[in-house]
Structures are given as C-alpha cells and as structure tokens.
C-alpha cells in the first residue's frame, strides 16, 4: 500500500483566483491519479498524472483549467484555475497498485469551496 | 453511456443484523469490480476486489459477489457495527484501461446499536 499526503486539507478561494493543491507519495509510483468528488457525486477522474511526459485528461476536462505537474516520482501538483463556485469540490490524488494499477489507494482529500 | 447505479443514497440497518448493498451497472464489461469505503472527510479506502471470473470472495465479515450475467454486485457485511457506519462505494476497472476506474456515487450506510 502507499502513505498519500495532500496539501492543503481545505481551503475558502474567491472566484477568478488559482488553488494549486500537492501530493506526496511516500514511495515511487508511474502514475498518479487526480479525482474530483462533488457532494453525493461520484468520484470523476480529471487526470493520469505519467513522471516525465504531459498529463492526460478526461474528456470534461482541460489542460489550461486543470493544469497538471509531475517533477517526479513521489509528487504532483493539481492547480485549479480561474476558479468559479461550480469549482466547489473535492479533489482527491491516488496511486495505483504495482504494475496492474487495479486497486487504488487515496489521498485525504482537499476540500475546496470557492466563493 | 456506462452508468453504475447503487441501491440507494442511504441505508439504515440495526447493529448485529447483515448489511447488503447494491452495485448495478449499464454499458459496461468489467475484468474486476472494487468495494472501497470512505469516511466523512477522508479518501475512499480499497476492501476488497473480485475479478470477472469469480463468484464470490470474503474477508473477515464482508463477501462480494459478482454477477456478470445480471451486470451486479452484492456487498455483505455481517455482524455489522456502529464501526461499520461509512459511504461504501464499488469501482468498474478493465485491464485494458487500467487507468480508468469508474465510481458510482456510493451508499450511506448506517449502523444504529
């Protein structure tokens, strides 16, 4: 299993402004995973974060709202852009399991609402 | 469109008796379906897996089943607990799209003593 920390755990943004939210793994994985989660939806993915290649996004979203680092193998970034209230969510980072990737363990999340 | 449909938003069950809930889905052949389980304010949390050739798989109070013919899951958990009172939500994966896990929106379950 893999330790997730994100950064920060919540957050109260005004519309029009960038959030960048981090995830540290505690062990080296090829692909990170970023999710959103609104109230009583379920989780979305956004993106498959691959170390040393661009970000690969679900249809839905985009790169210049959702831009996406991954400087290495323990570590990326999520920035929401030019925020509005539909924004409000949360947003979760994940690794897969080893090589199949089947199961998925989580971060704790970044609640964020965006006035 | 692929659609996962869970019995319901919220289901309340007395302590001691079996939780079972539901994972239906549409538009969609599985190689695996997941049940993880998500506190209020935290990640979802993997439970357990069972792959499109299984019937069934069990750990400690909880079993899955997984009918590929009916396109759904049962998710039991016996002997259930305060403890137990959570959002469980299952997961559709395919190997050939590793990547893209698909969640439904999850049930409510709670445990009253």
């Known amino acids: 299993s893999a330790v997730i920390s994100q950064k920060p755990s919540r957050d109260i943004c005004q519309r029009g402004t960038s959030l960048t939210i981090q995830c540290q793994v505690d062990?080296?994985?090829?692909?990170m995973f970023w999710y959103r989660q609104q109230p009583g939806q379920s989780l979305t993915l956004i993106a498959t974060?691959?170390?040393?290649?661009?970000?690969?996004?679900e249809s839905g979203f985009v790169i210049d709202k959702f831009p996406i680092s991954r400087p290495n193998l323990t570590f990326s970034t999520l920035t929401v852009s030019n925020m509005s209230p539909e924004d409000s969510s949360i947003y979760l980072c994940?690794?897969?399991?080893?090589?199949?990737?089947?199961?998925?363990?989580f971060g704790p999340g970044t609640r964020l609402l965006v006035l | 469109s692929q659609k996962i449909e869970q019995n319901s938003e919220a289901l309340n069950i007395q302590e001691g008796k079996t939780a079972t809930l539901t994972c239906n889905y549409t538009?969609?052949?599985?190689?695996?379906l997941q049940w993880y389980r998500q506190d209020p304010g935290r990640g979802p949390v993997f439970l357990l897996l069972?792959?499109?050739?299984?019937k069934e798989k069990r750990k400690e109070r909880l079993k899955v089943t997984f009918d590929t013919t009916l396109k759904q899951s049962l998710f039991h958990i016996t002997a259930s607990q305060p403890a137990d009172s959570a959002t469980y939500l299952c997961?559709?994966?395919?190997?050939?799209?590793?990547?893209?896990?698909?969640f439904g929106s999850g049930t409510r379950l709670s445990i009253r003593p």
């Open positions: 062990s080296q994985v090829t692909m």
């Open positions: 994940s690794v897969g399991d080893g090589t199949t990737q089947e199961t998925q363990y």
């Open positions: 974060a691959n170390q040393g290649s661009e970000a690969t996004y």
């Open positions: 538009n969609y052949s599985p190689a695996y």
């Open positions: 069972i792959r499109e050739n299984e």
């Open positions: 997961a559709l994966g395919q190997y050939s799209s590793a990547s893209k896990i698909i």
